[in-house]
């Protein structure tokens, strides 16, 4: 059971990191996105206030190499916004929005391998507490001992359960 709480408390540990390291990436690219599209906005703004204040000026030719430039950006920024097409890392799509909603389930998978931890943590410490209990009440020949022994064991088997399956919350962590 030792060796099972503590393949348990690795595992939800390599989970916490990982999903971290995902959700790091995830914000810093829909940061990016944001950046960029924020970019392209402007460019497309400034395009347009050169069409208002020059717009007689300028040939048709002109103004609508303007407009193309323009609806370019538009279209760039509305796909920045809103990209369903999956991608190698990001499955659901590359937009702002997908990215949000891949984030916050990545999140989810954190704060839940997170939850799981300390659950393994404490019923380690406790299986070794009650081996070394076990121990000792073989070599003192003592039932009172052997009795603690396995209800600090059984306490443990709980939080081993716990880690798996998250019945309860531990009051600290």
Same mark, same amino acid.
């Given at each position: 059971?030792?060796?099972?709480?503590?393949?348990?408390? $690795?595992?939800?540990? =390599?989970?916490?990191?990982?999903?971290?390291?995902?959700?790091?990436? &995830?914000?810093? #690219?829909?940061?990016?996105?944001?950046?960029?599209?924020?970019?392209?906005? +402007?460019?497309?703004?400034?395009? !347009?206030?050169?069409?208002?204040?020059?717009?007689?000026?300028?040939?048709?030719? &002109? !103004?609508?190499?303007?407009?193309?430039?323009? $609806?370019?950006?538009?279209?760039?920024?509305?796909?920045?916004?809103?990209?369903?097409?999956? /991608?190698? !890392?990001?499955?659901?799509?590359?937009? =702002?929005?997908?990215?949000? /909603?891949?984030?916050?389930?990545?999140?989810? !998978?954190? $704060?839940?391998?997170?939850?799981? $931890?300390?659950?393994? /943590?404490?019923?380690?410490?406790?299986?070794?507490? @009650?081996? +070394?209990?076990?121990? +000792?009440?073989?070599?003192?020949?003592?039932?009172?001992?052997?009795?603690?022994?396995?209800? +600090?064991?059984? @306490? @443990?088997?709980?939080?081993?359960?716990?880690?798996? #399956?998250?019945?309860?919350?531990?009051?600290?962590?």
């Amino acid at each position: 059971m030792l060796a099972i709480a503590s393949l348990g408390g $690795d595992n939800a540990t =390599k989970e916490a990191l990982n999903t971290n390291v995902t959700v790091t990436d &995830t914000w810093a #690219f829909f940061q990016a996105r944001n950046i960029r599209q924020t970019s392209n906005e +402007v460019a497309a703004n400034d395009l !347009r206030a050169q069409l208002l204040l020059h717009g007689d000026s300028l040939t048709d030719e &002109t !103004r609508q190499q303007l407009q193309s430039q323009i $609806d370019r950006y538009t279209a760039t920024v509305a796909r920045y916004e809103d990209d369903p097409t999956p /991608d190698s !890392r990001y499955p659901s799509g590359t937009g =702002k929005q997908q990215l949000a /909603d891949y984030a916050t389930a990545q999140e989810h !998978r954190r $704060d839940h391998a997170l939850a799981q $931890d300390p659950n393994f /943590d404490f019923s380690t410490a406790l299986f070794q507490i @009650a081996i +070394v209990l076990g121990s +000792v009440a073989i070599v003192a020949s003592s039932r009172p001992i052997l009795g603690l022994s396995v209800v +600090v064991g059984l @306490a @443990a088997v709980v939080l081993t359960l716990n880690g798996f #399956f998250l019945f309860f919350d531990l009051p600290i962590g």
